[in-house]
T-cell receptor, first 114, second 112 residues
């Protein structure tokens, strides 16, 4: 069974640009969550999608957005990139996103903003 | 979000048991206790979770205090591959869709 797949693995952008990251969940998983990891702030929850609807959201500005497709694949978008957006972006999937389920994480996309 | 407190770091020798503590004094009756670990250059990996009773799986054991205000992750025989950051996380019942609230975790060093 394939794991959570994130593409691309590495990305370099400049300030002001926008970026789209992709996540393919484990087959059968309908909940996809996104996280940002930085050395200073650690791992922080961005948002969660289930059945193409955002069901949960963290404390990030509106520049961070996402969507989920009917096949459960998800994308997140960051507009007007800032230097502080440089981070490892991780995607996780689970069947329903319930609190007694385990989450499966991908290896992440390392974003560098210059 | 419910808070957890873990030691910043712990050390162990290979093939010895490791007990990683976690305090969660504000836990609610329906909050699940989850443990994840993160190896260098990888995404977090699920280890174990429980509600009230002690739990065992192939990776580890989870011992939950009777009052649920603390728990301990037990690695029965540490290996070098167990060197990672271990996170103790509370998932609030009914509201934490897809959400894990990570603290600073415990950095586990395993000596050969």
């Amino acid at each position: 069974k394939a794991g959570v797949t994130q593409t691309p693995r590495y990305l370099i952008k400049t300030r002001g640009q926008q970026v789209t990251l992709s996540c393919s969940p484990i087959s059968g998983h309908r909940s996809v969550s996104w996280y940002q990891q930085t050395p200073g702030q650690g791992l922080q929850f961005l948002f969660e999608y289930f059945s193409e609807t955002q069901r949960n959201k963290g404390n990030f500005p509106g520049r961070f957005s996402g969507r989920q497709f009917s096949n459960s694949r998800s994308e997140m978008n960051v507009s007007t990139l800032e230097l502080g957006d440089s981070a490892l972006y991780l995607c996780a999937s689970s069947r329903q996103g319930a609190d007694n389920e385990k989450l499966f994480f991908g290896s992440g996309t390392q974003l560098s903003v210059l | 979000d419910a808070k957890t407190t873990q030691p910043n770091s712990m050390e162990s020798n290979e093939e010895e048991p490791v007990h990683l503590p976690c305090n969660h004094s504000t836990i609610s009756g329906t909050d699940y206790i989850h443990w994840y670990r993160q190896l260098p250059s990888q995404g977090p990996e699920y280890v174990i979770h429980g509600l009230t009773s002690n739990v065992n799986n192939r990776m580890a054991s989870l011992a939950i205090a009777e009052d649920r205000k603390s728990s301990t992750l037990i690695l029965h025989r540490a290996t070098l591959r167990d060197a990672a950051v271990y996170y103790c996380i509370l998932r609030v019942s009914g509201t934490s869709y897809g959400k894990l609230t990570f603290g600073q975790g415990t950095i586990l060093t395993v000596h050969p």
